[in-house]
């Protein structure tokens, strides 16, 4: 083959190598998709969950699904930094059904001279129980929908704990709407009310949650980018946080989500941070 035809073959054999490069990824995409939607048992369409306002469980979630997340954040305030940490477990007693036990712990920290004794205590805020059920799962429009619920003990801090042990209740009925669109983008909806109860002035103090997030799953992998945006109605305030995130897998059952927090629209909240780290044990199939 002379040099002239050795150019021709290379030219002719470009545009097929790119659509192999391109239908591979594909493949990749609709065998992972194919891997969590398995026809075997209930349906279940692979949707990219939110790092920061998490779900309860899987949408869709099937009986024997189990995950531990341990959290842990940094934000910056005006006279001081608090941390945030939290263990939590969730798992699927049953079909489309998951469950969760959270705990999540703050400590503070004073800046720019401010006194101990004038910032928050340190503490176990709270012992948070939830349900969410996935009532509707469509493969045909790839959409997914639950409802859930979590009630939230407020506990007082570690300066005045056990006087009394818990302090309130937050109740906090919740709609998922989530959606695929394609292989790789995905979006989400998560709202809800957080009603307030205080058992010392028995009074009570209503906001409104709305949670919408866009996420691109990496081509053939578990690996994402993304944003929440965190939003919430406190009687006629508005508050908002953009998070942008990545998700990692690290192992199999080893994933690793890293968030920024940007405040627009907050008075005393300034830039955060936060890692949460997500072990899946291999589930068993039923």
């Known amino acids: 083959m002379n040099f002239k035809n050795k150019w021709a073959f290379i030219l002719l054999l470009m545009p097929v190598t790119y659509a192999f490069a391109q239908d591979n990824d594909a493949i990749l995409d609709s065998i992972y998709i194919q891997e969590t939607e398995n026809a075997k048992e209930p349906i279940k369409l692979l949707h990219a969950e939110p790092l920061y306002i998490d779900l309860i469980r899987d949408l869709g979630a099937r009986k024997g699904e189990r995950e531990w997340n341990l959290g842990f954040g940094l934000t910056d305030n005006q006279t001081f930094d608090s941390y945030e940490a939290l263990i939590e477990y969730e798992w699927a007693p049953a079909d489309r059904l998951g469950l969760e036990v959270e705990l999540p712990f703050t400590f503070y920290s004073p800046i720019n001279g401010t006194p101990r004794d004038a910032i928050p205590s340190n503490q176990l805020n709270s012992i948070k129980i939830a349900a969410q059920w996935s009532f509707f ?150």
């Open 137 to 286: 799962v469509n493969e045909k429009i790839a959409t997914s929908m639950a409802i859930g619920y979590i009630n939230e003990f407020e506990l007082s801090s570690f300066r005045d704990f056990g006087k009394p042990l818990i302090t309130g209740n937050i109740y906090n009925p919740f709609l998922v709407v989530a959606k695929r669109w394609g292989n790789n983008f995905h979006s989400l909806i998560y709202t809800g009310p957080m009603i307030e109860q205080n058992f010392l002035t028995k009074s009570f103090h209503t906001t409104y949650d709305i949670n919408s997030n866009i996420h691109y799953m990496i081509p053939g992998t578990r690996n994402f980018i993304g944003i929440e945006f965190n939003k919430t109605l406190d009687s006629g305030d508005f508050d908002m946080t953009m998070r942008p995130q990545m998700r990692l897998g690290i192992t199999d059952n080893l994933l690793v989500g890293i968030v920024t927090g940007i405040p627009v629209a907050r008075e005393n909240e300034r830039f955060s941070t936060f890692l949460r780290l997500i072990w899946e044990p291999a589930h068993h199939k039923h």
